[in-house]
């Protein structure tokens, strides 16, 4: 991943090389508006800005949100569910946005992780640009890998920009991801337990 680091300026805001407000500015141009014209001059800065805050995934590794891990839980060995966390991620094709929900979830073998840590993995891989399919199979992942736990579920529910704004223009539309690991996967019960409790 280039170019994940950041340098602040006097300001506090991050510097902006030049050849990346220039290419801000040839695409204003391109899509019909003036870049010189006053309401404009500080668009280039804000947008190259405003991408790095969008795509400040690639700084994070969200692994490191999963190392600290909780043993005493009084025997709880059920699932734990964070339902409904809405997101924002843009896709790798159009780099329109992608908003919506996920629900994760994970039976614990003998650890649970800080519930907030679920959010976190979550955004460290939404702010990237993606698919739905990986960004949904890369949450599950880093989960399995990290707590090993009994099972692993992620459902996303999500609206595509490239869909609603441009292209077939249909608003509304939800694309539905999942991705079910270990008992989630293997157990009829556990699993129709775990997206009922989603609510599906
Ligand atoms: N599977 C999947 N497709 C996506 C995702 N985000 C955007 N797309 C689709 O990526 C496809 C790109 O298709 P192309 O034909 O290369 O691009 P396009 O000409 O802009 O396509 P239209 O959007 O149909 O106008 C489109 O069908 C999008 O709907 C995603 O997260 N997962
Ligand atoms: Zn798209």
Same mark, same amino acid.
């Not at 994940?4 to 991050?14: I, N």
């Not at 734990?80 to 997101?87: A, N």
């Given at each position: 991943?280039?170019?994940?680091?950041?340098?602040?300026?006097?300001?506090?805001?991050?510097?902006?090389?030049d050849h990346v407000a220039d290419a801000v500015r040839t695409l204003i141009e391109w899509a019909g508006d003036d870049p010189e014209r006053e309401g404009l001059l500080?668009?280039?800065?804000? =947008? #190259? &800005?405003?991408?790095?805050e969008y795509c400040s995934g690639y700084a994070d590794d969200p692994a490191i949100h999963l190392a600290r891990t909780f043993e005493e839980v009084g025997g709880y060995d059920e699932l734990?569910?964070?339902?409904?966390?809405?997101?924002q991620s843009h896709c790798e094709h159009h780099m329109a946005p992608i908003t919506g929900k996920?629900?994760?979830?994970?039976?614990?073998?003998?650890?649970?992780?800080?519930?907030?840590?679920?959010?976190?993995?979550?955004?460290?891989?939404?702010?990237?640009?993606?698919?739905?399919?990986?960004?949904?199979?890369? =949450? #599950? &992942?880093?989960?399995?890998?990290n707590l090993h736990p009994h099972g692993v579920a992620v459902v996303i529910d999500a609206q595509h920009g490239c869909m609603t704004g441009r292209g077939v223009r249909t608003p509304g539309v939800g694309m539905v991801t999942s991705r079910l690991l270990g008992c989630f996967l293997d157990d009829q019960r556990s699993r129709k337990e775990v997206l009922s409790l989603m609510g599906y």
């Open positions: 991943m280039s170019d994940s680091k950041v340098e602040l300026g006097v300001d506090g805001k991050v510097v902006v090389p500080d668009t280039p800065k804000r =947008v #190259a &800005r405003a991408w790095k734990v569910l964070l339902k409904d966390i809405p997101f996920a629900s994760i979830a994970y039976m614990p073998r003998d650890r649970v992780v800080g519930i907030s840590k679920l959010a976190r993995v979550l955004n460290g891989y939404a702010r990237r640009l993606q698919v739905q399919e990986r960004l949904t199979a890369e =949450v #599950a &992942r880093c989960i399995w890998d």
